[in-house]
């Protein structure tokens, strides 16, 4: 039986819409279309082989791994556990350690692709912290919330913003 769906049609599921989730910069954006777009250029930046950041993840997230993985070792031998039964814990531990690290790089290099991004779209945000900076003053010229100068984008969108206001 198929369900009949009403009200606004849903956006395309992205999978950085899942692993990005929580990020405030994603709902900075003036659609859902733009967002989209915006998910897929940086899906396409991160997967760029020749990319330095892409061998500098790959470089943490292998060392993060074999440096997990000994010191679980570690602390496995301080307690006499069957083989089995430390080869499980070993595998578990060290694919925690992978993804949570794999997270962590993900989404701290992407917060800052986004802020680039809705900067290039026009909305003044703070390229260090986030903080959406739409209807401040110019004066004093820094973010209320890190306390850092203002990026020269943000301040020709706040510059343009107030011109028209006037």
């Not at 307690?79 to 997270?103: H, S």
């Not at 959406?132 to 890190?146: F, I, Q, S, T």
């Amino acid at each position: 039986m198929k369900r009949e769906v009403t009200g606004t049609p849903q956006p395309k599921r992205h999978l950085l819409n899942f692993t990005l989730s929580g990020l405030p910069e994603l709902e900075y954006f003036d659609s859902v279309e733009r967002r989209q777009a915006a998910l897929n250029e940086i899906g396409h930046e991160v997967a760029e082989l020749r990319s330095g950041n892409y061998w500098f993840a790959v470089v943490v997230l292998v060392g993060s791994v074999l440096v997990g993985q000994y010191l679980v070792r570690r602390l496995l031998r301080l307690i006499p556990w069957p083989t089995w039964l430390e080869d499980v814990l070993l595998l578990l531990l060290t694919g925690g350690v992978f993804f949570l690290t794999l997270r962590h790089l993900h989404r701290s290099g992407a917060a800052v692709e986004l802020r680039h991004k809705l900067l290039c779209d026009g909305v003044p945000i703070c390229t260090h912290c986030g903080y959406l900076l739409r209807g401040l003053p110019l004066e004093p010229g820094r973010c209320p919330e890190c306390g850092k100068a203002f990026d020269e984008r943000v301040r020709g969108i706040l510059g343009s913003a107030e011109k028209t206001s006037a």
